[in-house]
């Protein structure tokens, strides 16, 4: 089972308008509600392509029974095209009433919902503002409110019901009562071997003590951790710093160990580090001679331990970087033309996470998640 964490989940609001004026009264061309939160995003993306999942995290107000009821529709439909050929169809939403039902895979490909379990606490879920003007767009997100002592505790137990060989997925902002490294603590309380995060900057090198399987940064939260400037998405840059982020340690179930090479490794692929554009090398041998990609990340981070195992950059209309234990790939994105990107990055994850644990084929997992973001934004 996939398990979602998100633990500041929220409504966004979409508003789309034309000439914006600072500080003016002005008039949206439309608007449109979606539920948000990157760890519901990627339920919701795996729901898509046929990846059942249970979400965690916590709601609150009326903005959270709206959350709870939009994800309380827990069976969707989805035939899946496997070529891409005709493109992904939209979800069909059946009622709450055959929910729970067994359908026969003689008729329906895939049996396709996200279940939820929430917890309810004090305040209102977050509000979150898109305002999409003359093709720009700006975020305005909100905090969240203050989570008691006794539902974290709530939500601990739950986590040590996640078994050995769930996957589970942090993403996301903390609320703001939480220390920096509160998913690295989550991590403990499961006897998961499969952690992945997505998060930013300082939660996200908080995290990197569990020694994930996977964290997903796009190009400007790594360039933020680095105080460097990687707009430019040079490859062998972003290779470089990824690296840095990377360990060579792996976790156990219940803890962290050393590398253990009979353990997900890549069955299809030679180790790539020389990176080409078509995410294939020349040579098996190492990017910088100087060994700058084997720095250790105690001396890197004063003195803190850690450091993920694979490390998967999303670079937007550019595609996405994944530097792995067997090597780094590239993939590029398709050309297309598309109205918003919000949500692109989770689209990415969720079909990276559908393929790599059917095939734990690092490279057939990034090229099925670069076309497969591709489809879905165009789509909705």
């Known amino acids: 089972m996939v398990y979602t964490l998100t633990l500041n989940p929220a409504i966004d609001y979409y508003l789309e308008t034309e000439n914006f004026q600072l500080g003016m009264t002005n008039r949206s061309l439309g608007e449109s509600f979606k539920i948000g939160g990157k760890g519901i995003n990627v339920s919701r993306v795996l729901s898509r392509l046929g990846i059942q999942s249970v979400a965690l995290g ?24 496997k070529d891409f050929s005709a493109g992904l169809t939209d979800n069909c939403v059946v009622s709450t009433e055959i929910a729970d039902k067994t359908f026969d895979v003689e008729h329906i490909e895939k049996n396709c919902g996200f279940k939820t379990d929430f917890i309810e606490v004090d305040g209102v879920s977050r509000i979150n503002v898109k305002l999409l003007n003359n093709g720009l767009e700006t975020e305005i997100n909100g905090n969240g409110g203050i989570i008691s002592d006794e539902k974290i505790d709530l ?66 939260e790594l360039g933020e951790i680095f105080g460097v400037d990687l707009r430019s998405c040079d490859i062998s840059e972003l290779q470089f710093y990824a690296e840095k982020l990377r360990s060579g340690g792996r976790r156990q179930a219940g803890g962290y160990s050393d590398r253990q090479t009979d353990r997900q490794t890549d069955k299809h692929s030679d180790v790539y580090s020389d990176v080409r554009t078509d995410g ?11 060994g700058r990609l084997n ?4 001396s890197f981070f004063g003195g803190h331990s850690g ?69 879905l934004i165009v789509n909705s």
């Open 58 to 81: 916590f709601i609150a107000g009326f903005t959270g029974k709206e959350i709870q009821r939009h994800c309380g529709f827990n069976a969707r439909l989805a035939i899946i095209d």
């Open 280 to 290: 294939y090398s020349d040579r098996r041998t190492d990017v910088y001679s100087d």
């Open 155 to 220: 939500l601990l137990e739950k986590a040590n019901n996640i078994g050995e060989d769930d996957v589970v997925v942090l993403c996301g902002s903390l609320p703001r009562n939480f220390p920096k490294d509160f998913y690295s603590t989550f991590t403990k309380y499961t006897k998961s071997r499969h952690i992945i995060i997505d998060t930013s900057e300082q939660t996200l090198l908080a995290s990197l003590e569990c020694r994930p399987f996977l964290i997903k940064p796009n190009h400007l």
């Open 295 to 298: 720095g250790n990340m105690d």
């Open 307 to 375: 450091g993920a195992e694979n490390v998967l950059v999303s670079m937007g209309e550019k595609g996405a970087l994944l530097v792995t234990e067997n090597g780094t790939f590239y993939e590029k994105a398709p050309q297309i033309s598309v109205k918003s990107t919000v949500g692109a990055g989770d689209t990415l994850l969720a079909a990276f996470i559908s393929e790599y644990f059917k095939s734990f084929n690092y490279n057939a997992a990034l090229k099925f998640a670069v076309k497969t973001t591709a489809q």
